[in-house]
């Protein structure tokens, strides 16, 4: 008796599975497209303004400057431009209020993937790193205090398609 139910219940789910295979094969490919697709008042994150605008919402503490252990370092170079040297960062609270460390250089996601040698040299960058394989160029602002100028002229190139600060969160530790 218990065999004979457990047979029922499995061919009863094979049957059920079987009919909806059948069902959306017969469906054509629009009513298909309808059925699987996202509400059309979704935005895509590539259009969501935020995300072309990495410094909304955050707050820069240029008074001391870390190591990437978010160890005060002893010798500190503080003068008006913010310049930082390799190793340095500045601290930075996010929009989550999240204790970050920032080094000057910004990840930019691009639409065609161009020259970043040539990209650099046209909007004053030094280029740090190419992530081709995600259309991703690291680079890096030498003057902190032009950080909010140079990505406001990143910003109108059409080609553009994100920005974001490169950070570092000091909590995560390796393993």
């Known amino acids: 008796m218990v065999i004979k139910m457990k047979t029922l219940n499995v061919n009863l789910i094979y049957s059920v599975l079987l009919t909806l295979c059948f069902q959306l094969d017969l469906m054509s490919n629009e009513e298909l497209t309808k059925l699987i697709s996202i509400d059309s008042k979704t935005k895509s994150i590539e ?83 190419n992530l081709s394989d995600i259309s991703v160029g690291v680079f890096k602002i030498n003057n902190l205090s032009e950080l909010q100028f140079k990505l406001d002229a990143i910003k109108e190139d059409d080609n553009v398609l994100s920005i974001n600060l490169n950070t570092i969160d000091p909590s995560l530790r390796p393993q």
């Open 47 to 129: 259009n969501i303004e935020d995300y072309i605008d990495p410094l909304k919402g955050v707050t820069f503490n240029f008074d001391k400057r870390v190591n990437k252990f978010n160890k005060d370092l002893k010798n500190q170079n503080l003068t008006n431009e913010l310049t930082l040297q390799p190793g340095e960062y500045i601290q930075i609270r996010g929009i989550d209020n999240r204790l970050l460390l920032f080094d000057g250089s910004i990840l930019i996601k691009f639409n065609a993937f161009p020259d970043l040698e040539n990209f650099a040299t046209s909007n004053e960058l030094d280029f740090v790193s």
